[in-house]
Structure formats: C-alpha cells, structure tokens
C-alpha cells in the first residue's frame, strides 16, 4: 500500500504557542489529504479536507483561523495549530487519497500526538 | 441518527474462535466500504475494502456487504491476541465517515 508519513510524531508546547504538523505522501501523488484528530476513546473526527492549489475544506465546527492547513505540492499538506490551548491536546492523523490505488481508499499516517501545557 | 454505526463492545474472544463486527450506515448512495484496524495510540491500519454486494474474503478476514440493508461485516477467524485492536468501519460517498470503532479482546 501506499506510504504516508508525518512529522513530528510527538510535540508538548506551552500554551499559546503554534506548532506545525507535517504530512508527506511518499510514494505517490495525492490531489487530496485529510486532517483528522482524535480524542482518547473516541472516533477519528473529521477536521478538514485538503486539496492541492486550493483552500481547505473545513467541517462544521473546526476553525480554520485556528487550524491553518496549507496543501502547497503534490505531496505535501502542513497543519499549523495556531496559539494552542490545552483544550486542542489530542491525536493528530492525516490520510492521503490514492486515486491510482483504489477508488475513495485513504492511506493513514502514523499521526502526531500534541500535548499543550 | 449516527451515520455509520457499530456495535460499541468491547467484544471479547478465545483464541481461535470467529469474532463478528457489525456496522450500519444510513446514507444509501454510499459507494465504498472499508474496514480499518487501530492499535492503542496508533493510527488506523487498512484491513479490508469492499464496494460491491456480498463476501470479499483476505486470508482470516471476510467482509460482508449488503447495501440493501446498508450494513456491512467483518469477520475474523481463528482470532489470535494480536487481533486484539479497534475496529472502524468507514463508508465513503462524498467523503469518508467512521463508526465509534468496536474494541476486539482475544483472550489467549
């Protein structure tokens, strides 16, 4: 399957902060990629989706002043959580769509845990 | 109502045995389904997809689809501790929505 990744893997800041995420598709193109966080015991939540050259598409709820999400290449998308509160610690996962692969199939990555102080 | 489904569990097994996930969803012009597994702080791992009516079968996994009833499965035969995750079902139309995730225990 098709390989994604992201970086960090695990960042703690101190409130107020902002703190990028990175996320890589390495083997492949991906036209789109997908943000989604997750707290402890929960679901994967939707946060937003984002297309290469354009803007992010947020789901009801999800700041986007607050979470900017930059999707600048082919194979790059970056979240930016802006003045984190400690309310926004949580699991972050990005997926990228591989159309060549299979149809509507998302590729996960390994997901970054943010810790805010 | 939610849009996609499961069973909450916790579901627990012996080893060996067969472990039934269920998931319904309610958006009927839903196209693609998939089964997701998910370690304990870890990402979703992709399992099984499935787009079309009936049983798609992957070495101990078989998923079921009925999009009549909108409800697709996945079976785990001959379980073993390490099946030990959550699952999440997704279905995909516009985009992609997941179940709350079961929690599956095999018991050695």
């Known amino acids: 399957g098709a390989v994604v990744s992201q970086h960090p893997s695990r960042v703690i800041c101190k409130s107020g902060t902002s703190v990028k995420i990175e996320c890589r598709s390495l083997?492949?193109?991906?036209?789109?990629m997908f943000w989604y966080r997750q707290f402890p015991k929960q679901s994967l939540m939707l946060m937003a989706t984002?297309?290469?050259?354009?803007?992010?598409?947020?789901e009801q709820g999800v700041e986007k002043d607050k979470f900017l999400i930059n999707h600048a290449s082919l194979t790059l998308s970056t979240l930016t959580v802006t003045s984190a509160h400690p309310e926004d610690s949580s699991f972050y996962i990005c997926?990228?769509?591989?159309?060549?692969?299979?149809?509507?199939?998302?590729?996960f990555g390994p997901g970054t845990r943010l810790t805010v102080l | 109502q939610k849009e996609v489904e499961q069973n909450s569990g916790p579901l627990s097994v012996p080893e060996g045995a067969i472990a039934s996930l269920n998931c319904t969803y309610s958006?009927?012009?839903?196209?693609?389904f998939f089964w997701y597994r998910q370690y304990s702080g870890k990402s979703p791992e992709l399992i099984m997809s499935?787009?079309?009516?009936g049983d798609k079968e992957d070495g101990r996994f078989t998923a079921q689809l009925n999009k009549a009833s909108q409800y697709v499965s996945l079976l785990i035969r001959d379980s073993q501790p390490s099946d030990s995750a959550t699952y999440l079902c997704?279905?995909?139309?516009?985009?992609?929505?997941f179940g709350a995730g079961t929690r599956l225990t095999v018991k050695p």
């Open positions: 958006d009927r012009v839903s196209q693609s």
């Open positions: 997704a279905v995909t139309g516009n985009d992609m929505r």
């Open positions: 499935i787009y079309s009516n």
């Open positions: 984002s297309n290469e050259g354009s803007k992010a598409t947020y």
């Open positions: 083997d492949f193109q991906a036209t789109t």
């Open positions: 997926s990228a769509l591989d159309r060549g692969f299979s149809y509507n199939e998302q590729f």
